[in-house]
């Protein structure tokens, strides 16, 4: 029978097996006056070994040339030009041509001052809660006046969320975040293949702005801001997709 | 080292860690070409302030999460492919039991379980490079962690006996 741990959670022992020099001395320290742990931490250290013996060996194989071709490749390339920061500010130029400016009011679709912080921003918010599986939201789309009425006198404007069901989502609630000018919305929305899109709201006393796409490994975002609102639709999704949501975001937003 | 240096002195890494993921050559090595072909064509997004092999296993990671999406309807066929025994080549006797039944333990993992034990493990990454990776909160995956092990260690016959009524059987 193996002896009871008293000292920590398995939680809080993975944390500090997995953390710091400083981490893994307090857990040896703990270990040494508990049984329980020492048993778990030496049974952790073989499935680890295990593991590395198991599948450690893939990386001395030879290489695919499928695979080394990929770089082969690359080499003979020129690299693609840098861009300066993350941002690629290029796709409101292809919204142009898509005909986007129809239906743009009279938003000015020309590449032009970055605003890297908002899709920054509505971006990581998406991130963080978009994988939620309990907590994606504070308030539930279910509690829709309630959460309109909330977002909407914490940013001290009214925000009301817009309908995305001809694209498919639905809203499945949103939450308060901290903001610059304001605090922030963030609203929730939901396919029926369970792919989620975020939408940031907040308020902006910056100029205006022309649409403009950001995009991170994983992660995109068309952003704009009009009226003294910052908005900022992110996602993972293909570019059209998330184009066309943010077409509807839009107009749900300003034609209230 | 140059960007490209880099990406190709990390192939070997992420072949292992995507065979492991995937349980499938084939399957790891198209995972693989894809997060190459990703990582290069947003060469232009690459910092240089952070480990590029974090970098990569991130978009390794949203591949294989887009690829689950995809494949979805047909899991059920999928989970019948065998599982590649050259793994285990070479081994013999007790240790080949030992490690056949750790790899067959890992198939029944979920992938979110599988996936992050693997970064600390194989990849030996920290609790805060792994979290990053996966894109979740260091609290989420040390609990990730900690039912991995678990399940783990059940599957491979160290279960702990229970001492508290009601933790039976859950």
């Known amino acids: ?145 309630h959460l309109v009425q909330w977002l909407s006198k914490r940013l001290g404007t009214p925000i009301r969320p817009p309908d995305l069901a001809s694209e498919g989502f639905t809203l499945i609630g949103g939450r308060l975040l901290p903001g610059d000018a304001s605090p922030a919305a963030l609203l929730m929305y939901e396919d029926d293949l369970g792919r989620r899109v975020a939408l940031y709201i907040t308020r902006s006393e910056g100029a205006e702005s022309e649409l403009a796409f950001a995009e991170e490994p994983g992660r995109q975002a068309f952003w704009w801001v009009e009226d003294g609102l910052a908005c900022a639709l992110a996602g993972d999704l293909p570019r059209e997709t998330l184009r066309r949501l943010t077409i509807s975001a839009y107009h749900g937003l300003t034609e209230a | 080292m140059p960007f490209l240096d880099e990406i190709e002195a990390a192939i070997p890494g992420l072949r292992a860690y995507a065979r492991a993921l995937l349980r499938d050559r084939e399957a790891a090595d198209d995972l693989v070409q894809d997060t190459l072909e990703a990582a290069i064509a947003r060469q232009g997004q690459w910092r240089g302030d952070g480990s590029l092999r974090g970098w990569l296993c991130r978009i390794l990671l949203n591949r294989f999460r887009d690829g689950l999406r995809r494949r979805r309807p047909t899991a059920t066929v999928l989970a019948l492919v065998p599982e590649p025994l050259d793994l285990l080549a070479g081994r013999r006797g007790d240790d080949r039991l030992a490690l056949a039944e750790v790899h067959a333990a890992m198939g029944k993992l979920p992938d979110d379980q599988r996936a992050a034990l693997l970064l600390v493990a194989l990849e030996g990454m920290s609790l805060a490079e792994a979290a990053a ?38």
């Not at chain 1, 073989?46 to 499928?66: G, K, M, N, W």
């Not at chain 1, 005909?99 to 998406?126: D, E, I, K």
């Open chain 1, 1 to 145: 029978m193996m002896p009871e741990r008293r000292s920590i959670t398995t939680e809080e022992a993975q944390a500090l097996r997995h953390g710091s020099a400083e981490d893994r001395a307090r857990l040896a320290a703990l270990a040494a006056e508990d049984a329980g742990l020492t048993d778990d931490l030496a049974d952790w250290d073989r499935q680890d070994a295990a593991l590395v013996t198991l599948y450690s060996p893939v990386a001395e194989e030879p290489l695919p040339d499928r695979l080394l071709n990929m770089v082969r490749i690359a080499r003979q390339s020129p690299p693609p030009r840098p861009t300066p920061v993350l941002w690629r500010l290029a796709a409101a130029v292809a919204l142009l041509s898509l005909g986007f400016a129809a239906g743009w009011g009279g938003a000015r679709l020309v590449p032009g001052a970055a605003m890297p912080m908002l899709a920054q921003a509505a971006m990581a918010s998406y991130s963080t809660y978009a994988v939620e599986v309990r907590h994606p939201v504070e308030v539930g789309a279910e509690d829709e006046a």
């Open chain 2, 133 to 170: 990776a996966l894109g979740c909160a260091e609290g989420t995956l040390a609990s990730r962690l900690g039912r991995a092990r678990a399940t783990l260690r059940q599957l491979t016959g160290r279960a702990p006996v229970s001492h508290r009524p009601g933790k039976v059987g859950e």
